[in-house]
């Protein structure tokens, strides 16, 4: 069974601050996605990963894949206040796409 | 309309009430998924079709639930005899088929049993 795992769940950053967010999944991938969810909000893709060694950038995140570790990344740079919200991983392979639990960013002035 | 569509928004039903959300997904999208998210949680998988084969409805959590979509466009998630424990956010996702395809979500219906 396709198992993901995020961590930390809950984030508190400092304005200006970086960090980096983990997933780890169990089986075998064919893509994994990154998701933001904004409270009472549906989920915003935000990037898309299909192969060992991706890695993609949109503003101040950083997204990376390593399918031999079963590893993906979001890197958080220079975080500023718009980027609080809650960050989903969720992986995809043959018919399943499964989520990580989420990770919880606050940013603080 | 572009993006994934579903209705209603908002739904409470009384525990015992049977109840059917809607999912219109983005035309020509293949693959379609049903998600389930608690309060503070992700999504949990409930059932994915492609087309109009429901290829797997492995994560509805009993049978109470059911899951449509006859004519592979729009799709129907009905729950029979709601329980206080299905209340949630229920979110709908489509794909187009390809490996490098994203999927789409919808703004998701909130179910709220009383």
């Known amino acids: 069974e396709l198992k993901v795992e995020q961590n930390p769940l809950f984030l508190s950053m400092q ?8 997933c780890n999944y169990s089986t075998t ?3 994994l996605y990154w998701y933001r969810q904004d409270p009472g909000k549906s ?25 031999k570790a079963r590893l993906s990344t979001l890197h958080i ?22 989520f990580g639990a989420g990770t919880r960013l606050t940013v603080k002035p | 309309g572009a993006g994934v569509s579903q209705s209603p928004r908002y739904k409470v039903a009384k525990r015992g009430q049977d109840v059917a959300l809607r999912c219109d997904p983005i035309s020509g999208h293949v693959s379609l998924f049903w998600y389930q998210q608690a309060l503070g949680q992700g999504p949990e998988f409930l059932t994915y079709f492609q087309n109009e084969a429901q290829l797997d409805k492995s994560g509805l959590p009993s049978d109470r639930f ?11 998630l009905k729950i029979q005899r709601t329980q206080q424990e299905d209340s ?5 996702a489509s794909s187009f088929e390809g490996r490098s395809t994203e999927a789409f979500f919808g703004q998701g219906t909130r179910l709220t049993v009383v």
């Open chain 1, 77 to 98: 740079t220079a975080a500023v206040h718009d980027l609080s919200a809650t960050y989903f991983c969720a992986v995809h392979n043959n018919n399943d796409m499964r």
């Open chain 1, 43 to 67: 989920l915003e893709s935000l990037f898309v990963l299909l192969s060992n060694g991706a890695v993609k950038q949109e503003g101040r995140l950083m997204a990376s894949l390593d399918t």
């Open chain 2, 66 to 76: 059911f899951a449509e979509r006859p004519e592979g466009s729009v799709s129907t």
């Open chain 1, 15 to 22: 304005e200006g601050k970086n960090y980096t967010i983990y």
């Open chain 2, 88 to 92: 949630a956010v229920y979110l709908c």
């Open chain 1, 29 to 31: 991938s064919d893509r």
